[in-house]
């Protein structure tokens, strides 16, 4: 057991905000399974220390967190306005997670027309299918191998529904190479989400999601129906957007506005949204 420190960090923010699926907050810990280990968190409210148990080094955590992010200077780019600023104030700490390319790309086509309830329980019983046990009742994320070879009754029986499937089919072009995940760190940012975007079930806001969650595209600016509503009813009608507003456009509007550190700013009011409604 070990601690951790970080200026502008709030771990409850941050692994709260709906960015990631296998962490729970259990009696006074955030416990979830991370690179195939069991892991528990604690944030001292008072010292902003990270009270850590867990198999993992801290340079795990470290880079996992995104410590390495200026998030004073990247939300003060952001900060563009009073409803932004709001966000800011009572969000500050929230940080991007660093996430893992594979298990990013997979979590993310379950998250289609899905609550976030129904996802983590989803990608518990796949993992308790086919991961392997590290603890008790707790198992690690499958890799590809594992559901290249599950059929579609295999997947039924994990309660996925219609993207069972769609989960097999990235299996396999992982596995068979037409789709090699660590080729799209050096895309750039169309292009990688159009390589993601060829995969059956992952369109605009789920690639931009993987693109920002696990690749590090900070201009990927996911539009689900939160985000919509934020942007509809905040900044502007349709006449902002050239007319019939689309999911395309307001991700094109939202990089335009926000800059560079867009998904930071898009992360920030989706989970005010989230939690709050419009106030």
């Excluded at 810990?29 to 009270?51: F, H, M, P, Y």
């Excluded at 009572?90 to 893992?100: A, E, F, S, V």
Aim: hydrophobic share 40%; aromatic share 14%.
């Amino acid at each position: 057991m070990y601690t951790l420190f970080c200026e502008n960090f709030n771990l409850g923010y941050t692994l709260d905000c709906g960015q990631v699926f296998r962490w729970d907050y259990i009696d006074g810990w955030w416990t979830g399974v991370v690179n195939g280990r069991v892991a528990r968190l604690q944030q001292d409210q008072k010292s902003g220390e990270i009270l850590v148990d867990s198999e993992l080094p801290a340079s795990f955590f470290e880079n996992y967190f995104r410590f390495d992010d200026d998030l004073g200077t990247i939300l003060q780019e952001v900060n563009r306005d009073e409803f932004m600023d709001g966000a800011i104030r009572k969000y500050m700490g929230l940080r991007l997670i660093r996430q893992d390319p594979w298990e990013c790309l997979i979590s993310y086509m379950l998250a289609t027309a899905w609550s976030i309830p129904n996802i983590k329980r989803g990608i518990s019983i796949m993992c308790s299918n086919y991961g392997e046990e590290i603890g008790d009742g707790y198992y690690s994320f499958p890799g590809p191998g594992p559901l290249v070879h599950a059929c579609d009754d295999d997947m039924r029986a994990c309660k996925l529904g219609f993207r069972g499937g769609r989960v097999i089919k990235a299996a396999r072009h992982v596995m068979e190479g037409t789709l090699v995940l660590d080729e799209i760190f050096e895309l750039d940012y169309n292009a990688a989400k159009q390589r993601l975007m060829f995969l059956e079930g992952i369109g605009e806001k789920v690639a931009d999601c993987i693109l920002l969650f696990a690749f590090g595209k900070m201009e990927a600016f996911p539009v689900d129906t939160h985000v919509e509503k934020v942007v509809r009813t905040v900044y502007g009608h349709d006449d902002l957007f050239g007319g019939t507003v689309t999911k395309n456009k307001i991700g094109n509007w939202g990089r335009m506005y926000f800059g560079r550190y867009c998904g930071y700013a898009q992360q920030y009011f989706f989970y005010q949204k989230r939690l709050e409604g419009l106030l």
